[in-house]
């Protein structure tokens, strides 16, 4: 009880935790524009940091908390300027270029900010009732997910715009499942002992490709106004989808926030579909933070990088001081997108990005290799061939996302 009350009645404490919070932020916002670095990794890179912060463990969990959420909206930033996206936003990336391509960056990245606030404010109040239910219904939802996943499959091979297409997509998520089999299980010999395979993985399938047909090109063209077009119903719709999303990444285990946002597509209005794609991916990815401490709490396992780098830390789990942090964290987030996203996308738009492709792709097989040792960059290296494939067949990329889905219908 003296965890809950403590900040209102001890500034000191209160100032103290901003301070950790805004330290942070600040991690959040270097990590989430780093190309690849995935949030997971990070977080859990902050847990082995943290037996040696010699302050309140509730501090190093604000600490962690604003990380995380700073992390989750500024990772579209780098996905929709070089194409290299961190796994939750791996398929809104895709949706995102077009836009960007068509000179409606700005406006992406503030879809994707306005996405990410809107599924935190209603991830709050939903919290509750949407943790009563799911402890409660969480064995059916477990037992039926490789129906649901199926659904979601054969949803996307459907919409697809032509036999071929379909064709293609199908073999793309039967490929991506088979290497998401082969090799999200293995537990590499690397420098990072936060290592994981979806670092090389994720990187490969959907942003090497992007960098790879990108040389030669001229880059991220000028962009127009940053005047969101969506239209309020539309933008509020697919925000709760996001929201919603998030609570399965919360709640089921082994669901990513990629795999969820998917799960959404058919929430999303159709007339909106790419714009509506951004806000429910970048929601889903923000809002999960709230729902996984909820359901830490409530089933006491750990559901994101985030919260199992709390649990090793020994974060007591004082709600109401972490969901200030988390609001708190999401405000700066927002802001951050606004003050960094434009001047990221000029940057990326007037440099040569022939050489800036080829840096790119340079630093994603450093990052495979620290995560994941050579085996991981061998695994970036056949992930960024099966990349190339889809859009040579008239497929989306996003039938790549069967590496996670693939094994997670079989486990």
């Known amino acids: 009880m003296d965890a809950l009350v403590r900040p209102v ?24 524009l780093v190309p690849g670095l995935h949030a997971n990794n990070f977080a859990l890179v902050l847990a082995g940091v943290a037996p040696s912060i010699p302050a309140d463990p509730l501090l190093v969990g604000v600490a962690m908390l604003g990380a995380g959420v700073v992390h989750s909206f500024l990772d579209i930033v780098p996905a929709l300027a070089l194409g290299v996206p961190d796994a939750a936003t791996a398929v809104a990336a895709l949706p995102g270029h077009r836009l960007v391509v068509a000179g409606r960056g700005r406006e992406a990245l503030r879809l994707s900010a306005v996405g990410s606030g809107l599924a935190v404010a209603l991830a709050v109040p939903l919290a509750v009732p949407i943790t009563w239910l799911m402890v409660r219904g969480y064995p059916t939802v477990r037992t039926h997910l490789p129906l649901l996943l199926g659904g979601v499959v054969v949803f996307l091979v459907v919409t697809e715009s032509s036999r071929r297409s379909a064709v293609g997509g199908f073999c793309a998520f039967l490929a991506s499942a088979a290497l998401g089999a082969a090799t999200l299980d293995v537990t590499p010999a690397a420098p990072l002992s936060a290592g994981g395979m979806l670092a090389p993985l994720f990187t490969g399938l959907f942003g090497a490709p992007v960098l790879i047909d990108a040389l030669g090109g001229k880059g991220v063209p000028p962009q127009s106004d940053a005047r969101i077009t969506m239209g309020k119903r539309d933008l509020g719709v697919s925000a709760t989808a996001g929201s ?30 790419d714009r509506g794609f951004i806000v429910a991916t970048s929601g889903a990815n923000t809002a999960n933070t709230v729902f996984a401490l909820f359901a830490l709490a409530a089933l006491g396992t750990p559901r994101t990088g985030v919260t199992v780098a709390i649990e090793e830390a020994g974060v007591p789990l004082a709600l109401p001081v972490l969901l200030v942090a988390v609001a708190t964290a999401a405000v700066c987030g927002f802001t951050l997108v606004l003050l960094v996203g434009d001047a990221y996308l000029r940057v990326v738009g007037n440099a040569d990005y022939t050489t800036l492709s080829v840096a790119v792709l340079t630093l994603l097989v450093g990052v495979s290799f620290a995560f994941a040792g050579v085996f991981g960059v061998g695994v970036f290296a056949v992930s960024a061939l099966l990349g190339l494939v889809p859009p040579r067949l008239g497929a989306r990329r996003v039938h790549l996302m069967g590496v996670l889905i693939g094994p997670l219908m079989l486990s």
Do not use: H, K, N, Q
Request: no cysteine; net charge neutral; aromatic share 10%.
């Open 244 to 273: 919603f999303a998030g609570a399965i990444v919360g709640y089921v285990p082994g669901v990513s926030a990629a795999i969820a946002a998917v799960a959404a597509l058919p929430a999303v209005p159709r007339r909106e579909a």
């Open 9 to 32: 009645l001890d500034p000191t404490f209160a100032v103290a935790a901003l301070a950790f919070l805004f330290g942070g932020a600040a991690l959040g916002a270097v990590s989430g």
